[in-house]
T-cell receptor
């Protein structure tokens, strides 16, 4: 059974601070995806990383995929209140349509 | 382009009843997956359908079932409801036949079992 350990579970910071969310597994994934979910809505894809060692930047968000494709991180620079939400990592293997999700990180950015 | 549509958005049932949830994927998307989201377990994979065939199934009891129609619309059914079935049920669709391409999630159907 593939598992993804996501940490921290909760993060409460002030506007302007930096933060990093981690996603770790003992399993290898063909791709790792990061989602953001707002209350009352479904998850929305932020990025997909597929190559070991890959780094992708999306404005103030930086995503890394570990060399062995077992772990990933999301780094947010100068967090803003609009970044508040639930962040989810999800790994995909060769099993059709199945994403293995981490438990999620609830981020609160205070003005 | 319309997104993934799930109905109903909210429903309340009592233990022992059954429920059917519906999902209309994005036009042109033939793969539909279902997930259960709870505060304790997070998002867990239920099953995936492609061209009316279930290709994959998660670790849920047989009370959870689904199907897909020729127009790619999908339904999931939960029979003999238990309190623990209270959750947000999410449907996601993608266009590809393989495990590539973005998954688009609907807003979910929130089921409360009393």
């Amino acid at each position: 059974t593939q598992l993804l350990e996501q940490s921290p579970q909760f993060l409460s910071i002030q506007e302007g601070e930096n933060l990093t969310v981690y996603c770790n597994s003992s399993s290898v994934f063909s791709s790792l995806q990061w989602y953001r979910q707002e209350p009352g809505e479904g998850p929305v894809l932020l990025v997909t990383v597929v190559t070991g060692g890959e780094v992708k930047k999306l404005k103030r968000l930086t995503f890394q995929f570990g060399d062995a494709r077992k772990d990933s991180s999301l780094h947010i620079t100068a967090a803003q209140p609009g970044d508040t939400g639930l962040y989810l990592c999800a790994g995909e293997g060769t099993s059709y349509g199945k994403l293995t999700f981490g438990q999620g990180t609830i981020l609160t950015v205070h003005p | 382009k319309a997104g993934v549509t799930q109905t109903p958005r909210y429903l309340i049932k009592t233990r022992g009843q059954q429920v059917t949830l519906s999902c209309s994927p994005i036009s042109g998307h033939r793969s539909v997956s279902w997930y259960q989201q709870t505060p304790g377990q997070g998002l867990q994979f239920l099953f995936e359908y492609f061209s009316e065939t279930q290709r994959n199934k998660g670790n849920f009891p047989g009370r959870f079932s689904g199907r897909q129609f020729s127009n790619s619309r999908s339904e999931m059914n939960v029979s003999t409801l238990e309190l623990g079935d209270s959750a947000l049920y999410l449907c996601a669709s993608r266009v590809d036949t393989t495990n590539t391409g973005e998954l688009f999630f609907g807003e979910g159907s929130r089921l409360t079992v009393l």
